[in-house]
């Protein structure tokens, strides 16, 4: 439901598409989302003493080369995936949107660090590990961190079934 449901809005906010202009204006999270990532990579690389911009919307770049954020780099899989887990499993919504809130951010922080050193690497020619593309890694890390998550979430379940009350 989250995947297609994004995907969905992806088709209906972009003119190619089905284009609409109420889903465009008021649920369109996709663009947002990649803004905050630039910028979360460009803070990242500020931070490191690097200075990058925001070419356009989708790009971020640094003097010789850039970034391209397309709609497979966003992230939105991966993060369908822990919403749908955590929604499907036990808990308060409070402890839920807790789980949500948290998983959500760690892989958008894992993502913005993918693309400062993405761009890092591009810009002084360094090769990936291995001749696999960043998003191999990037869905490695993230279903790493994931299923670190899922083991802690069932954690958690299992010490509220184990005290008494």
Not at 25 to 54: E, M, Q, V
Request: net charge positive; hydrophobic share 50%.
């Amino acid at each position: 439901m989250f995947y297609f449901g994004t995907l969905a809005i992806i088709g209906l906010s972009t003119p190619e598409n089905q284009y609409s202009s109420f889903i465009a204006t008021y649920l369109n999270f996709i663009d947002p989302l990649r803004h905050s990532l630039l910028y979360g990579a460009k803070g990242f690389l500020s931070l490191l003493g690097h200075s990058a911009y925001l070419f356009d919307n989708y790009t971020l770049a640094m003097q010789g080369s850039g970034v391209r954020m397309v709609y497979s780099c966003i992230g939105y899989g991966v993060m369908s995936f822990w919403i749908a887990f955590v929604v499907a499993n036990k808990g308060n919504w409070k402890k839920k949107l807790t789980w949500i809130i948290a998983g959500l951010t760690d892989l958008w922080c894992i993502n913005v660090l993918r693309v400062a050193l993405l761009l890092l690497a591009a810009n002084k020619h360094w090769t990936i590990p291995f001749g696999w593309d960043h998003h191999t890694w990037f869905n490695i890390f993230a279903y790493a961190l994931i299923f670190t998550l899922i083991y802690f979430y069932d954690r958690s379940n299992k010490k509220l079934n184990t005290n008494p009350i």
